[in-house]
């Protein structure tokens, strides 16, 4: 009698257990509408996700009908859920892009509801809510939830309202380097267009040059030349290495099952059934794949830039089937005209290949280079107004002698004046608008875009802005990342932001000797500039993901009315809550803020990725120590297994850039392979490298140790 007294308090206990579980275990609907469009439906999903994770065990799931009884959550628009007329009222969502996120109970029925003036605001509210209220919080590389609330399902916290300042907020990639996008399969693509959508931005740009093969076409029988994505196989473009087999190199264990060639699947010839015949088709295929992602699942606008001043973006081969009338001719080679009949319709079958390989992009952008003739191929810079070899045609002429001085006083500090080349810039964006309206895409906007040198006379956005259709959107990729503190670069910005909508693109990270270490340290009253500079939208250009987050997460933060011109000190405050909980926030957000401001910014991905003669060599060690001094005040005990990774991670990249500045200081080829494996270490302490980390350890091999080897050699020679 007495062995069944512990068997039924077993199974009591289980059974207190099984109802507690069944209790908590309740069902919350998520309804959205039956019209939902495709942000909607993905800011449902998404929300059912979240919610899931952060409420274990309860169920989200969604559905189109609102139940007559039953805690439920609703979420849309005036427009595509009707029923939100009677519970929000429509004053509170009269800004483009604002939401509400609130809480009702309708009898007996509790509702919460997420309400948005636009499809758009529904979704960044879903962000806004997990984030702001129930901290579960999103970053470019990962997701972080630290933070994340622990108690029981409830609509308590579900009291919030924004409204975006910017409706334009782009996430910008640019194809040339094995450590970015270049290297990217459709899976790594994926997750940098969620993650962008995850943090509030609106659109994702992508930048090929006109020599990738995404941009072939064939026109009069003639086909465009292209080349192939680059890799560690094919492609010294942008000071690219090849190697034979990157299995061999330090760390190459890793690439077992990648093979012996680094880069996207879709590139790499001789692999995978992909041929030097196939290889347009099977670029092709991947973007298409990766445009009808951001658009049709996630929402996302998808802007195309395309360089129309290079060599290969005016194939001589095909331009030469035009008749002579149709061509303008620069030195020995050819552009077209786009205002004669031939020439219009050469345009238009290069926006019908675009249209017909990527459908949906929302915005094609012409681009081209900010000032020397030659430079990286470009050329249509060098078109003079009056010369014996070249000229802009006679007819012309009138209207560029209309053009006020300081338009014909923008020039080239080599070559001749920028402004015939923008008044020919602005015919070729005037026949791809006349296009797109003729077939069919009279929704795809048009934008021009090039290098900004902050208050340099020789500025191509002078004249641009005057030559250009009003309804052009202008990206200013500002070079010098002089916009925080320069106020007559902002005043110059001002002049195109006045007649057109202008998106001022920031830099998180710099290829030409700022790529590695730590990003910038973000503008002030970001918002504030932007307006001053009569912006209607921002951009950020990168490359690598980790560890340039905090940039993204900062700049995004101040455009918003709750988090106007948010402080980086704030943003790193909230960075380290969201990283590594409240037990240890103050501390790695005292070094967050250090880091961020006293870390250095090294690196040259367009050369050997190094960097010599470093003048202040002994202050960055210092600075170094005293940062690792900060990370070893941490009490790691009370970390959970991603927190301490985290630290780790953090702690690691310092011993990197310590150990990196050493070897290259000193050329020590033997402190170099140590400062690779110490990559390894740091960049892999989560599990697993990113797509962009795994392309930075093998261009630590293939540059910048083999400088290293070059050096050596170069100095027992002498």
């Not at 076409?217 to 990157?246: H, S």
């Not at 699942?297 to 360089?307: L, P, S, Y």
């Not at 020397?372 to 191929?377: F, H, I, Q, V, W």
């Not at 950020?540 to 987050?549: L, V």
Request: glycine share 6%; with cysteine; aromatic share 14%.
């Amino acid at each position: 009698m007495n062995n069944q007294k512990p068997l039924l308090f077993v199974l009591i206990t289980l059974n207190l257990l099984i109802t507690a579980i069944t209790v908590r275990a309740a069902e919350f609907p998520i309804i959205k509408s039956q019209n939902a469009d495709v942000r909607e439906n993905w800011a449902a999903t998404e929300l059912s996700i979240f919610l899931s994770k952060i409420y274990d065990g309860d169920t989200f799931p969604v559905k189109t009908t609102i139940p007559k009884k039953g805690t439920c959550i609703l979420l849309g628009t005036y427009e595509s859920m009707p029923e939100l007329n009677k519970y929000i009222d429509k004053a509170l969502l009269a800004d483009t892009g604002s939401f509400v996120v609130t809480h009702l109970k309708v009898k007996k029925q509790k509702m919460g509801i997420i309400a948005g003036n636009n499809s758009r605001g529904v979704l960044d509210g879903v962000y806004s809510l997990l984030e702001q209220k129930l901290g579960y919080s999103f970053y470019l590389h990962s997701n972080a939830s630290e933070n994340m609330i622990r108690d029981p399902f409830s609509f308590e916290r579900w009291d919030l309202s924004a409204q975006p300042e910017f409706n334009e907020r782009v996430v910008f990639n640019w194809y040339n380097f094995i450590t970015g996008v270049s290297g990217w399969n459709l899976e790594d693509y994926k997750d940098w267009i969620r993650q962008s959508a995850r943090m509030r931005f609106t659109s994702v740009m992508l930048h090929a040059y006109s020599w990738s093969p995404f941009h072939q076409f064939i026109y009069n029988g003639e086909t465009k030349p292209v080349l192939r994505i680059q890799n560690t196989q094919y492609g010294a473009l942008w000071d690219n290495k090849q190697t034979d087999d990157i299995r061999t190199l330090i760390g190459g264990k890793r690439f077992v099952d990648e093979g012996p060639v680094f880069g996207a699947d879709a590139g790499k010839i001789g692999y995978d059934g992909v041929t030097l015949e196939n290889r347009v088709a099977k670029a092709k295929e991947l973007m298409r794949q990766v445009v009808s992602y951001a658009v049709d699942t996630v929402g996302m606008e998808f802007i195309w830039a395309i360089d129309i001043d290079t060599g290969y973006a005016n194939p001589q081969n095909v331009i030469q089937t035009l008749p002579e009338e149709s061509r303008i001719r620069i030195h020995d080679e050819y552009i077209v005209r786009p205002d004669t009949e031939d020439g219009y319709l050469y345009f238009k079958n290069i926006v019908q290949t675009i249209m017909t390989d990527y459908p949906g992009i929302s915005t094609i952008t012409a681009w081209w280079r900010a000032n020397s003739a030659k430079l990286y191929d470009g050329f249509i810079n060098s078109l003079p107004y009056d010369h014996k070899l070249a000229h802009i045609p006679d007819d012309w002429k009138a209207e560029y002698d209309a053009a006020p001085d300081y338009v014909k006083a923008s020039v080239s500090p080599k070559f001749s004046t920028l402004a015939p080349a923008n008044l020919y810039y602005s015919k070729v964006t005037g026949a791809f608008r006349k296009a797109l309206d003729e077939l069919g895409f009279s929704d795809v906007k048009l934008g021009y875009g090039s290098w900004v040198k902050s208050n340099e006379v020789y500025n191509s956005f002078v004249p641009a802005n005057y030559f250009q259709n009003q309804e052009v959107t202008a990206y200013a990729l500002e070079y010098k990342m002089t916009f925080d503190h320069n106020v007559p670069f902002r005043k110059q910005l001002f002049e195109t932001g006045k007649k057109r909508n202008l998106v001022v693109i920031e830099w998180a990270h710099h290829d030409d000797g700022k790529y590695l270490g730590r990003p910038y340290t973000p503008p002030t009253n970001f918002t504030d500039k932007l307006n001053e500079s009569k912006a209607s939208g921002f951009g950020i250009i990168h490359w690598m993901t980790r560890p340039f987050d905090i940039f993204f997460k900062n700049l995004q933060n101040q455009v918003w009315s709750n988090t106007l011109n948010e402080s980086y000190a704030k943003t790193c405050e909230k960075m380290a809550l969201d990283y590594f909980g409240t037990s240890q926030a103050k501390t790695m957000n005292d070094y967050l803020v250090t880091w961020l401001t006293t870390a250095p910014q090294f690196g040259r991905e367009t050369g050997y990725l190094g960097q010599t003669g470093v003048k202040d060599f002994e202050n960055r060690i210092n600075k170094c120590n005293e940062r690792i001094a900060i990370l070893d005040q941490v009490d790691t005990a009370s970390f959970t297994t991603t927190a301490l990774n985290r630290w780790k991670y953090f702690k690691g990249h310092e011993e990197w850039i310590k150990l990196f500045h050493q070897a290259q200081q000193n050329w020590d080829e033997d402190l170099q392979k140590e400062t690779i494996y110490k990559f390894i270490e740091k960049a892999s302490v989560d599990g697993d490298m990113n797509r962009c980390e795994e392309g930075l350890l093998i261009q630590h091999n293939i540059k910048w140790l083999n400088k290293s080897k070059e050096h050596k050699r170069m100095m027992d020679n002498h």
